[in-house]
């Protein structure tokens, strides 16, 4: 350029009338009038103004188009090689919107697209020559080449823009009414595709050099983003080249890579850590689509990452962690596992399997183990806790993950028949007795809450209630239940579980207790009528038999004024209700006895056979074992257990000799006149809410003798409604009625004994079916 500024020449100037294209009077004059209908003329009222006809177009002044197009051509030059155009961009803009009324449209898209075409493929020349060749090692090199081709790139986008400005009226009429034509920004898009990228050395050093640079990053290293974003966004805009060239090529690179990272580090590190790198990868992912790939490739890309680190590996991760997980109650790095495994097709199925089996063998350990039975019924409900909180937080409260909980706390739970029922039934009466401090009254009904969906799971309900009703019988009548609030609430939860039926005689229970009181404040008035009312208050619970636990009587020596006692109450209660039967139950009776020591008074709450014990030392020091038995009548194992909380427990009255925990044929026993204590009342009466052997082995023999009368009322009701049936489908109907677990053998054997009873018969000539026995 000269030091000064040159006056740009103007170009000629077209004949004054005419403006752009113009239109032929006679399609103007054909118009209808606006809202009108067909031909005729136009009302007054329109006021539309008289159609004129345009005066003939002039010709061209001669070399015009040759001038113009050379001037054009000169302009498109100066843009292409960045040096300042003499003419200004407004009259560029006229001359083509002049050339384009006179019909040369077609000529100048030509002689533009010619132009560009020239200049695009001399650019070729730069990276043919280009003094090196790229490899994949050589990343300094690569670097220098992608940053050539990016500027080659944002050279020719620039330029093209420019030109399309001067050019834009014929953008805007001939190439728009010719739809075979490429608008001329696509047109320069296709010559750049066509003579730069599609130039096999240029496209694969170009891509080696992309890809480079991703391996690069994902190796930790910091690259120039914008220059990726860049270059793929050239390959985006230049059509298939991103999809055929670049995209597939990625994602088998990224393929191979996440195979082998994952085959490595599932051999090197442990399940959090490697589950937390799966994550990072993940996100780093899916940054790279944000920051610089086609959104197009984030689900390919986000689908091969989660195959090769997580497909691939599902049941190698899930042997490898997940039970240490759990055990370990690892929250955070199980929520990343759900999470993880929830994007991967079949993920969360193989995670449900191995959740099962851990519940499974978790829970089969506490169950089976009979020296774990004292604590658990504590486990299963901490373990419990612990799995439902894993599930709310970790698992999302999934539906499917608490359904096949509950699946898995039913199997392990009943792999060991019977005994759990009987010690959730023990563990509810440890919470309801008396005493009980450690809970508030809300945290018991949480605690009963517990255990009552625990005893969902259980087949055999009625082990639970047998031993249940035992221990119920025990605290109301030994005065040991914690609360009547308590007690009835968790009827109510039986009741809300397993129907009326179930509770009906546990409700029988309560009520006899009821009238019970009602009956001794007559007793009482009746009392204070007799003309000797005796120095013992006696107090008596009503008992109807069908309601309560079945209890051996007992026959004990009493003295004679509790034997007068007795006969005054039979005599009032029978007066009341003829035609009954009263049966004293000595196992269940307890009394409040007055001692006195060298240090003071004692009160002394104890059973009615520590009762017939210690009133034995009013008449002397010292008794032989033998001696009290003889006296009291007491059972020789009862009498036992009985000494041994008098003389071997916390609250020694009396003193064994010799000194023992178990009492012996030949013990001797003396009076403990030093007896020492800090509280004024002391409940030695525990003894009597002991389970003893016997009484263990009683109630589980009942619960089998009641199974087999239902097994036996079942089979009868099912042949009396079928008359003939096989036997697999009398064992399948039994199955669906009855409501404990019970063996194919046991069945067999019942069907046989109401065989025997003619009950039913077997068919002459098919020995599998039966008939039933009007």
């Known amino acids: 350029m000269a030091d000064e500024p040159q006056k740009k020449p103007h170009l000629s100037a077209l004949p004054p009338h005419t403006n752009g294209l113009t239109k032929p009077a006679s399609l103007a004059a054909a118009a209808p009038p606006p809202g009108g209908g067909g031909g005729g003329s136009a009302t007054a009222s329109s006021k539309k103004p008289p159609l004129k006809n345009f005066r003939e177009r002039p ?10 197009w050379q001037k054009l051509h000169e302009a498109v030059g100066a843009i292409q090689s960045s040096i300042s155009i003499k003419y200004n961009p407004p009259q560029l803009y006229q001359a083509v919107e002049n050339l384009c009324s006179y019909k040369v449209s077609a000529t100048l898209y030509k002689q533009l697209r010619q132009v560009c075409e020239d200049h695009v493929k001399a650019q070729i020349l730069q990276f043919r020559e280009y003094p090196f060749l790229v490899h994949r090692n050589d990343s300094l090199d690569s670097l220098l080449f992608l940053k050539k081709i990016n500027k080659c790139w944002q050279d020719h986008c620039r330029q093209m823009i420019m030109i399309r400005s001067i050019f834009l009226f014929l953008d805007r009429t001939y190439v728009l009414q010719n739809s075979m034509l490429p608008s001329i920004w696509d047109m320069g898009l296709e010559l750049f595709r066509n003579h730069v990228i599609s130039d096999k050395q240029v496209q694969n050093k170009t891509i080696d050099g992309i890809l480079l640079l991703i391996e690069r990053e994902r190796n930790g290293e910091a690259v120039d983003r914008s220059l990726l974003r860049s270059l793929l966004s050239m390959l985006s805009d230049l059509q298939q080249v991103y999809k055929e060239s670049f995209e597939q090529r990625f994602l088998e690179e990224t393929n191979c890579l996440y195979a082998a990272e994952g085959q490595r580090l599932m051999q090197e590190r442990e399940v959090p850590e490697y589950l937390h790198h799966v994550s990072k990868r993940l996100e780093e992912e899916g940054d790279r689509v944000i920051t610089y790939l086609d959104h197009s490739t984030q689900k390919p890309l986000i689908a091969c ?6 497909g691939e590996h ?8 997940l039970d240490n997980l759990l055990d370990e109650n690892r929250i955070s790095d199980l929520t990343q596992m759900y999470q993880l495994f929830s994007r ?7 995670l449900l399997q191995h959740w099962s089996e851990y519940i499974k063998n978790f829970g089969t350990t506490i169950v089976v183990n009979p020296e774990k039975d004292k604590d658990m019924v504590q486990e299963l409900l901490d373990f419990k806790d612990k799995v439902d909180h894993i599930i709310e937080v970790c698992f999302q409260k999934n539906e499917k993950f608490i359904n096949l909980m509950k699946e898995s706390f039913e199997t392990f739970i009943n792999k060991r028949p019977n005994k759990p029922a009987e010690l959730i039934a023990k563990y509810v009466d440890s919470k309801l007795r008396a005493g009980n401090k450690e809970a508030t009254d809300e945290e018991l009904e949480r605690i009963l809450d517990k255990i009552m969906i625990i005893f969902r799971f259980i087949h055999g309900k009625d082990v639970f209630e047998a031993f249940y009703k035992k221990d119920l019988a025990k605290r109301l009548l030994v005065g040991k239940s ?14 809300h579980e397993c129907g009326a039926a179930f509770t009906s005689k546990l409700e029988g229970m309560f009520k006899d207790m009821e009238l019970s009181k009602d009956v001794m404040v007559q007793f009482k008035q009746y009392m204070q009528n007799q003309s000797d009312p005796g120095n013992i208050d006696l107090t008596v619970n009503i008992l109807t038999m069908g309601y309560w636990p079945t209890y051996t009587p007992m026959e004990v020596h009493l003295n004679s004024e509790m034997i007068k006692l007795q006969e ?4 009032f209660y029978l007066g009341k209700h003829s035609g009954r039967k009263l049966q004293w139950q000595t196992t269940l009776g307890h009394a409040v006895l007055k001692a006195e020591f060298k240090e003071g008074k004692k009160e002394f709450q104890v059973s009615l056979f520590q009762t ?3 009133l034995m030392f009013n008449e002397g020091d010292e008794f032989s074992f033998e001696e009290i038995k003889m006296a009291t009548g007491v059972e020789d194992s009862e009498l036992r257990r009985t000494l041994q909380s008098l003389a071997c427990g916390k609250a020694r009255v009396l003193i064994k000799n010799p000194k023992g925990k178990d009492v012996e044929d030949g013990d001797k026993f003396i009076f403990n006149g030093d007896f020492k204590h800090k509280l004024f009342r002391i409940k030695i009466n525990q003894i009597q809410m002991k389970e003893t052997v016997e009484e263990q082995v009683s109630t589980t023999e009942r619960v089998f003798q009641d199974r087999q009368y239902q097994i036996d009322a079942a089979i009868v009701r099912i042949m009396k409604m079928r008359k003939t049936l096989g036997h697999n489908l009398l064992v399948s109907e039994l199955y669906n009625q009855l409501k404990f677990p019970v063996k194919p053998g046991d069945l067999k054997k019942r069907i046989e004994s109401l065989i025997d009873r003619d009950y039913m018969e077997r068919d002459k000539d098919n020995p599998n079916q039966y008939h039933y026995v009007a």
């Open 344 to 350: 991967v097709k079949g993920g969360q199925q193989i």
């Open 305 to 310: 990452v989660e195959k090769q680190l997580l």
């Open 482 to 495: 914690a609360s009547v609030d308590a007690e009835k609430s968790m009827l109510s939860k039986l009741k």
């Open 314 to 321: 599902l049941s190698a991760i899930l042997q490898k962690g």
């Open 612 to 614: 017939l014990v210690l």
């Open 59 to 68: 010709k061209l002044p001669d070399n015009y188009t040759q001038d113009t």
């Open 568 to 571: 005054v109450f039979k005599t």
